[in-house]
């Protein structure tokens, strides 16, 4: 059985139960959102656990968030409703690739620029995205060399350098990331 890592949930919290510092200030349980279907579900939830959505607990925001990268975002002034939507939309729940392919983007870019990607081409937001996982430099300059279907005796082939062929493959607007090499071609 292959390990699944595209599982995304968070933890919901409430302006203004903590800025009133009550018990209550410490947020939801951990909401993993394959187990919802759509943000109705989850405030059902949130009223199970305590929450009063038409008082003291109308404002929300994203406490904690798992599955999504955060190093470029203040999830602070994200709706929870908003980010639910957007990964529901994207399809990342649905396909690991996808998932994949929204890790690697955000780390050459940013959560920003995805999220405008999936607002304006919803599931469809990695097409013309290539992953190249596993690949270096190397790699990726001998793909792109037999893409090109350029010919080279194997007798020549160890004085050719398919490292700086793959970096200088710029009409590709390929990036190095940790896991390879990404292609975004948008």
Not at 136 to 159: I, K, V
């Amino acid at each position: 059985m292959e390990y699944q890592t595209n599982i995304v949930r968070m933890v919901i919290g409430s302006w203004g139960s903590y800025n009133e510092c009550n018990e209550r200030a410490l947020g939801s349980k951990w909401l993993n959102f394959d187990d919802f279907d759509d943000w109705d579900e989850i405030v059902e939830e949130l009223k199970k656990q305590g929450f009063q959505l038409d008082g003291i607990d109308e404002e929300l925001f994203v406490q904690d968030i798992e599955g999504v990268p955060t190093d470029s975002k203040n999830w602070d002034y994200v709706h929870p409703k908003e980010i639910f939507e957007l990964i529901k939309k994207s399809g990342v729940l649905d396909e690991q690739r996808k998932y994949d392919t929204m890790e690697a983007f955000c780390e050459v870019r940013s959560f920003d620029e995805w999220a405008d990607l999936v607002n304006n081409h919803e599931d469809r937001w990695d097409d013309d995205i290539y992953l190249y996982i596993g690949y270096d430099w190397d790699d990726y300059g001998r793909e792109m060399f037999e893409a090109c279907c350029y010919e080279l005796p194997d007798s020549l082939e160890c004085y050719f350098d398919f490292e700086r062929f793959g970096r200088d493959c710029n009409y590709y607007n390929a990036t190095e990331y940790s896991g390879g090499i990404i292609e975004i071609n948008r």
